[in-house]
């Protein structure tokens, strides 16, 4: 959904001058297990956890800048009036994609944090698959009294230290760099290795113009070993947030399936989004929407690999990337995606028909434009892994390629209205 269109819907959004009447200052940590096969999906609740402090947006709390592939919605449980919404990808939903859930059953850890309500309220997970259906939900009762939800340890927070400061965490958006595969003696390795990651995503433009609205902060839960497991090539390793590569099969994609244990290692810490920073040369990293990002901090491709998965887990950003022999579909004709930056030309206005200049081809050949052209935007052909089907704006984006310096305009200005969401209140 546009920003527009979000603004044209939410006359009545709950914004920072409404949460005191609606919520306490503290977090709920609502725990789930997704799980099932490439056919079924299922949700569970698994436990549900709190903390002092609230330190996810306060505007537009009850309206999304992003549908994702899940929402979670809480309303109150007296008036049914729609206090919260979030939406999210899943490593689950990803994995149902794949060859091995068509003949096997997996169950994924799932961390969401919300803003604790002060009555009772109700709780609804959605997940949706790639046809934008909506294939399981779950709604659970939220008693804020209820004397089982457990208290997060947040008086000895993990080992931290600021990289950026932009200004109070009730109006920025904090993000957190952890490491993970640094033992004890390698904590300032590991510091300037966040460092590094911060300054450059702060490069960065949309990130650049907005540096008044972010907070970044360094955490090290210790490891006790140094590295991360590489399964491919026989190398297990005991780390704090047992990351792995060879997600899936695939040997680039880094992961970590301990999203419980994750959260735990920021009790006590405001965060938003999550930066991990891997201490290994071996090449790969992956995003996931309101998830994480992991990225391999001493690879040649650290930096550029770093923002571009930054891209996925912040701003629901699509690759846009392709291969010539892809013959899975990820996109379908008749579907628009919700990711802003590609199209099926279904609903193309929602997308950046208004960025166009008058007379645009669509789609747009690619003749007389470089392969690493950001000047030309158009209706380029191929993207989201498919070279039909699906387009992108520009030739080149560092959605596409580790070498190009930007984010496109279009992906610049997607990343934009997700800054916004969090910090302009809608009226």
Same mark, same amino acid.
């Given at each position: 959904?546009? *920003?527009?269109?979000?603004?044209?819907?939410? !006359?009545?959004?709950?914004? !920072?001058?409404?949460?005191?009447?609606?919520?306490?200052?503290?977090?709920?940590?609502?725990?789930?297990?997704?799980?099932?096969? @490439?056919?079924?999906?299922?949700?569970?609740?698994?436990?549900?956890?709190?903390?002092?402090?609230?330190?996810?947006?306060?505007?537009?709390?009850?309206?999304?800048?992003?549908?994702?592939?899940?929402?979670?919605?809480?309303?109150? !449980?007296?008036?049914?009036?729609?206090?919260?919404?979030?939406?999210?990808?899943?490593?689950?939903?990803?994995?149902?994609?794949?060859?091995?859930?068509?003949?096997?059953?997996?169950?994924?850890?799932?961390?969401?944090? *919300?803003?604790?309500?002060?009555?009772?309220?109700?709780?609804?997970?959605?997940?949706?698959?790639?046809?934008?259906?909506?294939?399981?939900?779950?709604? +659970?009762?939220?008693?804020?009294?209820?004397?089982?939800?457990?208290?997060?340890?947040?008086?000895?927070?993990?080992? +931290?230290?600021?990289?950026?400061?932009?200004?109070?965490?009730?109006?920025?958006?904090?993000?957190?760099?952890?490491?993970?595969?640094?033992?004890?003696?390698?904590?300032?390795?590991?510091?300037?290795?966040?460092?590094?990651?911060?300054?450059?995503?702060?490069?960065?433009?949309?990130?650049?113009?907005?540096?008044? +609205?972010?907070?970044?902060? @360094?955490?090290?839960?210790?490891?006790?070993? %140094?590295?991360?497991?590489?399964?491919?090539?026989?190398?297990?390793?005991?780390?704090?947030?047992?990351?792995? &590569?060879?997600? &899936?099969?695939?040997?680039?994609?880094?992961?970590? *399936?301990?999203?419980?244990?994750?959260?735990?290692?920021?009790?006590?810490?405001?965060?938003?989004?999550?930066?991990? *920073?891997?201490?290994?040369?071996?090449?790969?990293?992956?995003?996931?929407?309101?998830?994480?990002?992991?990225?391999?901090?001493?690879?040649?491709?650290?930096?550029?690999?770093?923002?571009?998965?930054?891209? +996925?887990?912040?701003?629901?950003?699509?690759?846009?990337?392709?291969?010539?022999?892809?013959?899975?579909?990820?996109?379908?004709?008749?579907?628009?995606?919700?990711?802003?930056?590609?199209?099926?030309?279904?609903?193309?206005? %929602?997308?950046?028909?208004?960025?166009?200049?008058?007379?645009? !081809?669509?789609?747009?050949?690619?003749?007389?434009?470089?392969?690493?052209?950001?000047?030309?935007?158009?209706?380029?052909?191929?993207?989201?892994?498919?070279?039909?089907?699906?387009?992108? @704006? &520009?030739?080149?984006?560092?959605?596409?390629?580790?070498?190009?310096? @930007? &984010?496109?305009?279009?992906?610049?200005?997607?990343?934009?209205?997700?800054?916004?969401?969090?910090?302009?209140?809608?009226?």
């Amino acid at each position: 959904m546009a *920003l527009g269109n979000v603004r044209a819907e939410a !006359a009545a959004t709950l914004n !920072a001058d409404d949460f005191d009447a609606w919520f306490q200052d503290a977090t709920l940590r609502a725990d789930y297990i997704f799980s099932g096969t @490439a056919r079924e999906q299922h949700i569970a609740l698994d436990e549900l956890r709190c903390a002092k402090g609230w330190f996810g947006r306060r505007n537009n709390m009850d309206t999304l800048v992003l549908r994702g592939n899940g929402i979670i919605t809480m309303t109150d !449980a007296e008036s049914g009036r729609t206090l919260y919404k979030t939406s999210f990808s899943t490593l689950f939903q990803e994995w149902q994609t794949t060859e091995e859930a068509s003949r096997l059953t997996k169950a994924f850890e799932n961390v969401f944090q *919300l803003p604790m309500p002060r009555r009772d309220a109700v709780v609804n997970v959605t997940l949706y698959d790639t046809h934008n259906r909506a294939t399981a939900s779950f709604s +659970h009762r939220v008693k804020t009294d209820d004397i089982l939800i457990r208290p997060l340890a947040t008086a000895h927070p993990a080992p +931290h230290r600021s990289l950026h400061r932009g200004g109070d965490s009730k109006e920025c958006i904090d993000v957190v760099i952890v490491g993970e595969g640094y033992t004890a003696e390698e904590a300032e390795t590991f510091y300037a290795d966040a460092q590094r990651a911060c300054d450059e995503i702060l490069r960065y433009q949309p990130f650049a113009a907005n540096r008044k +609205h972010l907070n970044m902060t @360094a955490v090290l839960p210790e490891s006790r070993e %140094s590295g991360v497991s590489i399964p491919g090539k026989n190398v297990w390793k005991e780390t704090a947030l047992s990351a792995s &590569f060879d997600t &899936f099969y695939s040997a680039r994609y880094l992961t970590t *399936l301990r999203l419980k244990t994750l959260n735990d290692a920021l009790a006590g810490i405001p965060y938003e989004h999550i930066i991990i *920073l891997a201490n290994t040369d071996n090449y790969g990293g992956g995003g996931i929407y309101n998830s994480y990002t992991l990225s391999a901090a001493h690879n040649e491709k650290f930096l550029p690999v770093t923002v571009h998965e930054f891209g +996925h887990s912040f701003g629901g950003l699509a690759d846009e990337y392709f291969y010539d022999d892809q013959y899975e579909e990820f996109y379908f004709a008749g579907i628009e995606p919700w990711e802003k930056n590609i199209t099926t030309l279904t609903d193309f206005n %929602s997308k950046w028909a208004d960025m166009l200049p008058a007379g645009t !081809a669509i789609p747009t050949p690619t003749e007389g434009t470089a392969p690493t052209d950001m000047e030309h935007i158009g209706v380029y052909e191929g993207g989201g892994y498919m070279s039909k089907g699906v387009y992108r @704006a &520009f030739r080149d984006c560092r959605m596409k390629t580790n070498e190009v310096e @930007a &984010f496109c305009k279009v992906c610049e200005r997607a990343l934009q209205e997700v800054i916004d969401f969090h910090v302009v209140p809608l009226h």
